[in-house]
């Protein structure tokens, strides 16, 4: 069975600050890895994805994640944070043939100017 | 721009009452999902279609019903059996089979009077 934990429900950053939301994982098989971001009442977006090539990811609007198979960790970091990534953020896992796919139960970020 | 359409966005159900969630999309993708979004619970799968005239029971499958007659549509309707139905609804699809979502709607918020 696969899951992943995501640490911190919330979590309060400056503007220009270092963004760091956490995710673990559990998987008895090499998992794909992926991170989606929430705006306020809308959809979900898919920020990156690790499918077991480059343990560095980079995804979309700065966002880049390290997948760390000694640490089951796959957390997704930004160098500078700007007020328009105060959002959720969902931390996902998959087995390989994506018939298992579950998420994590989110991380709000908020930015503070 | 192709994408999902969610409709209505915002939906009031009266106790005893099935209400069905419409979701459509232009996007030519084989998969649709749907999704039920709870505060501090993440995103839970309720139903999912891979093709058309097929569709499987997620995680919570139980109060909900679908059909998939359309490749481009897939409503849900979430019946009098749903004790609690009040949550933010997702739509998603996804060219790939499994259950991992690439697309999303903008939700339907379902309350009860």
């Known amino acids: 069975a696969q899951s992943v934990t995501q640490l911190g429900s919330h979590v309060s950053v400056s503007e220009g600050a270092l963004v760091l939301l956490r995710c673990n994982y559990s998987?008895?098989?090499?998992?794909?890895l992926f991170w989606y971001v929430q705006y306020p009442n809308q959809g979900l977006q898919l920020l990156l994805k690790?499918?077991?090539?480059?343990?560095l990811v980079k995804g979309i609007n700065g966002f880049e994640a390290e997948f760390k198979k000694s640490e089951t960790s796959f957390h997704l970091t930004k160098p500078s944070a700007h007020m328009s990534d105060a959002a959720e953020y969902f931390c996902a896992v998959s087995d390989a043939t994506g018939n298992q796919f579950y998420f994590g139960t989110g991380t709000s970020l908020t930015v503070i100017p | 721009d192709g994408g999902i359409t969610q409709s209505p966005k915002y939906l009031f159900r009266k106790e005893g009452q099935n209400v069905t969630l419409s979701c459509e999309q232009n996007l030519n993708h084989d998969a649709m999902y749907w999704y039920r979004q709870d505060p501090g619970q993440g995103l839970r799968l309720i139903y999912y279609s891979q093709i058309v005239n097929d569709f499987q029971k997620g995680d919570i499958a139980e109060g909900y019903s679908v059909s998939r007659e359309k490749k481009e549509s897939f409503p849900l309707t979430v019946t009098s059996a749903q004790k609690n139905p009040t949550a933010f609804y997702l739509c998603?699809?996804?060219?790939?089979?499994?259950?991992?979502?690439?697309?999303f709607g903008d939700g339907t918020r379902l309350s009860i009077l």
């Open positions: 998987s008895s098989v090499p998992p794909y």
């Open positions: 998603a699809s996804s060219t790939s089979g499994g259950r991992q979502p690439q697309h």
């Open positions: 690790y499918t077991s090539a480059a343990t």
